[in-house]
T-cell receptor
Framework: AQSVAQPEDQVNVAEGNPLTVKCTYS??????LFWYVQYPNRGLQFLLK??????LVKGSYGFEAEFNKSQTSFHLKKPSALVSDSALYFC???????????FGAGTTVTVRA | GAVVSQHPSWVICKSGTSVKIECRSL??????MFWYRQFPKQSLMLMAT?????????EQGVEKDKFLINHASLTLSTLTVTSAHPEDSSFYIC???????????FGPGTRLTVL
């Protein structure tokens, strides 16, 4: 079984401040981890993924995420948030042996001007 | 690129009618397509996985006779909600995966409202 936890329903930050969205996971095999962003009434846009290799992954729009195996975490970060980053963010995991993704509940990010 | 489209983007239908939603991979061949359902302010729930030319694999609790999935080509999958009822109203999202790749690319979603 695999699962994802996003402990924060909402994250509020001021524009220009660092943004962190937390994610922890549980998977039986090697984890494949993904971050997606969703704008209102739209599908999900792929931000970044960790499969193997360097624990720090850089993705689209200045986002990055750090894979921490010991803490089973994959937190999403952005050094300087923009108002346009306000959206719903989903963390997802799959096992290396299965293509099915399990999603977290989502975190709503609001960046105030 | 990896662009996935869905049609229609929204649909309103009467209770008891059937609705077909199309999912297309526009610039790649999709080995596998996935269908999700999303309720307001909730996460995505996987409904089924479909591979081109074979029967879809449904998740537990999803009625295969109610949600018919056809994956007739490497660029097209369809979801038909048969005899729709108001409780079927939801946001349906498809995704597609290229062969040999790990990432799923998502369509823009279809808002279904059953009156």
């Amino acid at each position: 079984a695999q699962s994802v936890a996003q402990p924060e329903d909402q994250v509020n930050v001021a524009e220009g401040n660092p943004l962190t969205v937390k994610c922890t996971y549980s998977v039986s095999g090697n984890p494949y981890l993904f971050w997606y962003v969703q704008y209102p009434n739209r599908g999900l846009q792929f931000l970044l993924k960790y499969i193997t290799g360097d624990n720090l992954v850089k993705g689209s729009y200045g986002f990055e995420a750090e894979f921490n195996k010991s803490q089973t975490s994959f937190h999403l970060k952005k050094p300087s948030a923009l108002v346009s980053d306000s959206a719903l963010y989903f963390c997802a995991v799959r096992d290396s042996n299965d293509y099915k993704l399990s999603f977290g509940a989502g975190t709503t990010v609001t960046v105030r001007a | 690129g990896a662009v996935v489209s869905q049609h229609p983007s929204w649909v309103i239908c009467k209770s008891g009618t059937s609705v077909k939603i199309e999912c297309r991979s526009l610039d790649f061949q999709a080995t596998t397509m996935f269908w999700y359902r999303q309720f307001p302010k909730q996460s995505l729930m996987l409904m089924a996985t479909s591979n081109e030319g074979s029967k879809a694999t449904y998740e537990q609790g999803v009625e295969k006779d109610k949600f018919l999935i056809n994956h007739a080509s490497l660029t097209l999958s369809t979801l038909t909600v048969t005899s729709a009822h108001p409780e079927d109203s939801s946001f349906y999202i498809c995704s597609a995966r290229r062969g040999g790749e790990d990432t799923q690319y998502f369509g823009p979603g279809t808002r279904l409202t059953v009156l």
